[in-house]
């Protein structure tokens, strides 16, 4: 952030992002103070912005918590089996939360698909971006350090198979995905805590959210197990759901609030290296 000594709407729009990321109030003070604001000024900047941000949140969806939220993908019901089948492979249900709406699978993928994805990416990776939502498109982000590749829908035999599979698994269809993102994660890097639906209040939103809609839903597939590190938290519910090969982690959002507690990062690799295979899933065909 540049120093700033004004309440502009470049720092409002900060301090939204910053606390819609995670970052405690604390922290956002001790930053604009470090920036060279007073501190009586950056409270009262703080303070006005998240009360006009809160108010139009509640004015877009009155008593939204309480409203039925748009359909999600829906893999297993409340009284879940041990085994699923899913198309063509045997799926192990490992856990499962109602609210947030978390799902962890075992053996979703097996080895030798895990190690295909990964030598069909190895060199094609570049440095990750995140959704532009101030100007659409995207943008390079100190919070997301990985490098990744995505793998167009239906671009292979193997990528077809595991779409399909995932069709079945999780009860939505094929068209509604985004292309398969391979991401590799180095020693130190990381994705801080973030949420993966878009802010539809942002400018930037249009045009992500012209292309099928908004997200409903995420499947994180882990294709390795780093030597340390590297696990996918939720720090809302204090959960870690460990990087094993194979396994899968699922999580659906009704809307694009923070209420939905799917507030997650990939934390930092240790040691080794880690690479996973995420599928966002959207409300419309994806194109």
Known sequence: MSALREDTPELRQWIIRQTEAGHSPQTLLAELISQGYAEDSAVTIMTATLETRLAAIRSRAPRQD????IPVPQPIGTAWPSVVRALDRDVKVLFSLALPRVVLFGGLLSDKECDELIALS???????NVVDLEGGGEKSHDARTSSGAALARGGST???RIEQRIAALLNWPVDHGEALQILRYEVGQEYKPHYDYVDPAQPGAAPFLARGGQRVASLVMYLNTP?????????????EVAAIKGNAV???????QPSTQTLHGGMPVRAGE?????????????H
Do not use: M
């Open 250 to 256: 699922f999580f659906s959002y009704d809307r694009p």
């Open 274 to 286: 880690k690479w996973v295979a995420t599928k966002w899933l959207r409300e419309r065909p994806h």
């Open 122 to 128: 190895r060199a094609h990776v570049t440095p990750s």
């Open 227 to 239: 030597q340390d590190g590297g696990a996918t938290n939720f720090p809302d519910i204090g959960l």
């Open 66 to 69: 309480l409203d039925a939220g």
């Open 158 to 160: 193997l990528i077809s």
